[in-house]
Structure formats: structure tokens, C-alpha cells
């Protein structure tokens, strides 16, 4: 008798734990169907604080000024002038922040001895803000690209140095000793072990770097520049043209979203062996 009713409990256990679809499809597509909500709410408050503290234009504009002085530097090239000269910057000195950071950590995390002696001095170094050092570098290498490039190098160095160094020394040294015992050179362990391994915690880093490259090239451009966005935000400010203000912090907020969803979509086609949620 209870041999006859213990498949038919299975089943019924089974059938209750199986999950209900329409709650499958929400989870889904609830991040996609929340980030609307909040522009709209975002945007609700912003015209509630307008009319609750009757602020004027130059103090703080409405989503409608901001919208048409968007258009209207779109239509006379001005933002995309700006936008291509801080774009220049973050790309190049993401680039070779990243690709130095990598090198040194990648160096550090193979030999102790010499990351105990550095690590004391970059970690100094990053004590220092960056927005003191920028008028040094504005000084020494002069208001053009190479300064802005330099403090971008500055600010996206550390996170992707000490993500390199623990993603390399997160390798499983079991696969070490297997890579050994195949006879494996040392570009082949660096390739097919080491890389695909620490990839995803220098993804990690990346993400972080790639949001600050963006604030390196605007903090250089706010201490000396002739272009850019960072320059937009400053000469806008001192003409009281709040609603510029806020049309080039807004491409400063789209420009990063833009490099975030590119390492991610970057990180997920590299990774794509790995399970993702």
C-alpha cells in the first residue's frame, strides 16, 4: 500500500514545486520594465522640487529646458565637439592605465617579494588626490590631451592593478601542477590557465576603471582645457547656462552607462563557457 502511494506523492511533490511560468517571465523582465519606472519618477520628483521651490531657470531648469538645450547643442555640433575631444582622453588613457596595470600586477602577483616592497608606494600614491596632482601635470605636459590622458592613466591604475594581482593568485594550484605535468610552456600556462582564469576578476576591475577613466578626463579638464566636457561644464557655469550644465553632465552619466554595458557585453561573450544567471 505505501509502495503504491509513493510515486503518486513524488508526482504531487513535484508537480507543487515546479515553478509557476508567468512568474518566470516577471523575473525576467522586471529589471527591464523597472528602469522606465524610475526615469518616470526621477523625472516626477524633479518637476515636483521645481514647483514646490519655484527655483528659477539659472538656479535649477526644468527636464523641458534641459531637453531643448540637448537639442540645440546637438543641432549646432556643439556637444558632439566636446563630447569626441573627453571621449579621445578616456580611450586612451583607459587603455594604456589598463594595459600597464595589468603588466605590473600581473608581474607583482608572480613574485612576493617584490610586491611587498612596491605595494607600500602605490598604495602612498593613491593617498594623494588626483585633483591635487592635475595641476602638476597641467603645468608639466601643458593644457592639451597629454595631461588628460595622464590623470585618466592615474586614476584607472589602481583598481586594475590590484585586480590582476588577485586574480592571478586566485588561479587553483592543482591546475598548476596539471599544466606542469603536461610539459606546458610558459605562454601556453599564461594563456590557457592564468588569463581564462583571472578573467573574471579583471573584468571586475575593469568595470570600476572604466567609470573612472571618465571622472580622470573630466577632472582634468576642469583644471585646464580649451575642450571637452568637463570645459562645456565650467564655461557653461560661469554664463549661468545651468541647462548646459546639465546636458553635459548627462552625456558624462551616458558615455559611462555606454562603456559599462560594452565591458559587460565584452565580459559575457569572453566568459560565455560560464554559466550566467
Known amino acids: 500500500m505505501i509502495e503504491s502511494i509513493q510515486p503518486s506523492l513524488r508526482q504531487l ?5 515546479k515553478p509557476v511560468p508567468w512568474r518566470q517571465h516577471w523575473h525576467k523582465h522586471a529589471n527591464i520594465l523597472l528602469m522606465p519606472l524610475v526615469l518616470i519618477l526621477f523625472i516626477s520628483t524633479w518637476y515636483l522640487i521645481i514647483w514646490v521651490g519655484d527655483y528659477p531657470k539659472f538656479i535649477l531648469p526644468s527636464p523641458i529646458d534641459v531637453t531643448s538645450e540637448f537639442h540645440k547643442t546637438i543641432m549646432n555640433g556643439t556637444l558632439w565637439r566636446h563630447a569626441q575631444v573627453t571621449l ?24 612576493s617579494s617584490l610586491e611587498r616592497i612596491i605595494a607600500p608606494y602605490i598604495v602612498a600614491s593613491q593617498a594623494i588626490p588626483t585633483v591635487a596632482i592635475a595641476p ?4 608639466w605636459f601643458g593644457s592639451g590631451k597629454m595631461s588628460k590622458v595622464l590623470i585618466c592613466m592615474l586614476i584607472v591604475f589602481f583598481p586594475a592593478l590590484v585586480n590582476t594581482i588577485v586574480g592571478i593568485r586566485s588561479v587553483d594550484k592543482d591546475l598548476y601542477d596539471l599544466m606542469h605535468s603536461l610539459k606546458s610552456s610558459w605562454w601556453q600556462t599564461f594563456t590557457m590557465l592564468e588569463i581564462p582564469s583571472a578573467l573574471p576578476v579583471l573584468f571586475g576591475g575593469l568595470k570600476v576603471s572604466v567609470t ?7 577632472v582634468g579638464e576642469f583644471v585646464g582645457a580649451d575642450a571637452g566636457l ?10 549661468f547656462n545651468t541647462p548646459l550644465v546639465f546636458v ?21 561573450w569572453l566568459l560565455r563557457w560560464k554559466a550566467y544567471s
Open 248 to 268: 553635459a553632465i548627462f552625456s558624462l552619466v551616458g558615455i559611462a552607462l555606454i562603456l559599462y554595458g560594452l565591458v559587460i557585453m565584452m565580459e559575457r
Open 13 to 17: 511533490i513535484k508537480f507543487k514545486l
Open 212 to 218: 573612472l577613466s571618465v571622472i580622470g578626463a573630466v
Open 88 to 111: 579621445s582622453e578616456i580611450f586612451t588613457g583607459l587603455f594604456f592605465g589598463v594595459m600597464i596595470a595589468t603588466i605590473i600586477g600581473y608581474i607583482l602577483a608572480k613574485n
Open 230 to 239: 568637463g570645459f562645456l561644464i565650467n564655461q557653461a557655469r560661469g554664463l
Open 136 to 139: 602638476l601635470l597641467i603645468i
